[in-house]
Each structure stands twice: as structure tokens, then as C-alpha cells.
T-cell receptor
């Protein structure tokens, strides 16, 4: 069964460092998303991406965050200067079509620990 | 931001019995609701959904009920199995927002014991 894959599974970084989280969405999917879950809290939407541009972003997704689809397969989330509060599990997700209401396929997540 | 609330952090049910997981929402713009299941070290997995034009949707052992007037939905699992033990997230989609932007509850840890 096709799946969304994410790398790395766990990354530890120093505050102020740049981090890139990578995702390979399901191959025929057109819509891509990043969510995050801070430990003990709810899963929160960060950004959605379609046709090589951001469709929507949340209040969390400030100027420190960026997303990119550098080639036909990868979808990346970059955090330019990490803060302690960026420590969380980051989930990539994808979906096939606009009419597919909400059925997102999630990856296993990348755990980011900022020290 | 408490637009989707799951007030029970945990639920314990015996195998074979019914599990009922509850969810409340506050945003009247929500028009599509979903349940996701999550095992440790895995991402959330879609389970079942319901549009606001319906009040019930059934898929095998899983049924979701929607009460729009009460802004309440519930997930029924009958019969419950040990493999159902997981965290269950209620999520909602806003008709005015990007399809795929979901608002999640905090989740309910379901434990099904033999």
C-alpha cells in the first residue's frame, strides 16, 4: 500500500540552527501538508501546498518556516532558526484530489528536539 | 484554540463490548468531520468521516453519529477488539478553508482489554 515517508525519524538540534524535514508524499497525490504535535497537545495544522505554492498557512507558520517541493517527489519543511518551542513531532500528509474531503494520508512523523 | 474538544483522555473497554468515543465542536462553519486512529510511532490513519448533511455513517464495526444541533459527534466501535487499542482523534474541516486543513481534538486513548 502506498505510504507517505518522512526523514529523519528523529533530529536533535541546537537552538538557532536550521532544520530541514523531508517527506515523500504518495506519488499521485497533488496536495501536501505539514502538521505538528507538541508533546501532550493536539495535532495542529501548519501549511497546505498545491501546484507549487502555499494554499493556506496557520498562525504558527511564521517567517521562520518555509516549504518547498524541490523536485517531483520530495516535499520539505525548513525551520530557519529553531527555538525551544519548535520541539514537536512533525507530520507530513498528502491527499489526491480537492474533492477528497479531509482524507489525508499521514507519514510516521519526524520528531524534532531543540536543545 | 478549543474548536474541537475530546473531553475524555482515556477509555477502557472489554473486548466484544461497544466503545463510544465522544467529540464536541464549537465552530458552526465546520461541515465535515473525521476520525483518525493513531498507534504509537505511527502517523494518524483515517478511519471514517461524515458530512454535515448526514447524521450517521457506518463502515463495518465503526459508526459515526453527528448531532449538529448539539455540535456533538461520536464514534461507536462494535464489537471492540484488542487491536482497536490506540489514540482516536476527532477532526473537523471548515467549509471556508482549504480542503485538508483539519482541526484536531486532543485525542482519546482507547484500551480494549481481553
Amino acid at each position: 500500500e502506498p505510504e507517505v515517508t518522512q526523514t529523519p525519524s528523529h533530529q536533535v538540534t541546537q537552538m538557532g540552527q536550521e532544520v530541514i524535514l523531508r517527506c515523500v508524499p504518495i506519488s499521485n497525490h497533488l496536495y501536501f501538508y505539514w502538521y505538528r504535535q507538541i508533546l501532550g497537545q493536539k495535532v495542529e495544522f501548519l501549511v497546505s501546498f498545491y501546484n507549487n505554492e502555499i494554499s493556506e498557512k496557520s498562525e504558527i507558520f511564521d517567517d521562520q518556516f518555509s516549504v518547498e517541493r524541490p523536485d517531483g517527489s520530495n516535499f520539505t519543511l525548513k525551520i530557519r532558526s529553531t527555538k525551544l518551542e519548535d520541539s514537536a513531532m512533525y507530520f507530513c500528509a498528502s491527499s489526491f484530489k480537492r474533492g477528497e474531503r479531509g482524507e489525508l494520508f499521514f507519514g510516521e512523523g519526524s520528531r524534532l528536539t531543540v536543545l | 484554540d478549543q474548536q474541537v474538544k475530546q473531553n475524555s483522555p482515556s477509555l477502557s473497554v472489554q473486548e466484544g463490548r461497544i466503545s463510544i468515543l465522544n467529540c464536541d465542536y464549537t465552530n458552526s462553519m465546520f461541515d465535515y468531520f473525521l476520525w483518525y486512529k493513531k498507534y504509537p510511532a505511527e502517523g494518524p490513519t483515517f478511519l471514517i468521516s461524515i458530512s454535515s448533511i448526514k447524521d450517521k455513517n457506518e463502515d463495518g464495526r465503526f459508526t459515526v453519529f453527528l448531532n449538529k444541533s448539539a455540535k456533538h459527534l461520536s464514534l461507536h466501535i462494535v464489537p471492540s477488539q484488542p487491536g482497536d487499542s490506540a489514540v482516536y482523534f476527532c477532526a473537523a474541516s471548515d467549509r471556508g478553508s482549504t480542503l485538508g486543513r483539519l482541526y484536531f481534538g486532543r485525542g482519546t486513548q482507547l484500551t480494549v482489554w481481553p
